[in-house]
Nanobody, 114 residues
Framework: QVQLVESGGGLVQPGRSLRLSCAAS????????MGWYRQAPGKQRELVAA????????YYADSVKGRFTISRDNAKSTVYLQMNSLKPEDTAVYYC???????WGQGTQVTVSS
């Protein structure tokens, strides 16, 4: 019962920063844990970061730990992913979703290239 729209992706040079946003609609958003996922061409979709309903980060993939920060603003029904020190291997389509959901939106493309 949640619809999600990701935004904020784009083309950036290595070392730059980007902030992704996920705008949610639906009555249960405030009560569910959320995650950011990514999928690169030819690779499996992976969980990048997760956050509890109350706003405490619960997971970061080893590849992004120390560089990415997940947060949420329940008053705005939005979850964010702050991405610093971007690397070419971060290139992927990024999706947000409830941790228990497997109905996916369109995602937002992040391309890190010089």
């Amino acid at each position: 019962q949640v619809q999600l729209v990701e935004s904020g992706g784009g083309l950036v040079q290595p070392g730059r920063s980007l902030r992704l946003s996920c705008a949610a609609s639906g009555s249960i958003f405030r009560s569910i844990s959320m995650g950011w996922y990514r999928q690169a061409p030819g690779k499996q979709r992976e969980l990048v970061a997760a956050i509890s309903s109350g706003g405490s980060p619960t997971y970061y993939a080893d590849s992004v730990k120390g560089r990415f920060t997940i947060s949420r603003d329940n008053a705005k029904s939005t979850v964010y992913l702050q991405m610093n020190s971007l690397k070419p291997e971060d290139t992927a389509v990024y999706y947000c979703n409830g941790l228990s959901s497997r109905t996916w939106g369109q995602g937002t493309q992040v391309t890190v290239s010089s």
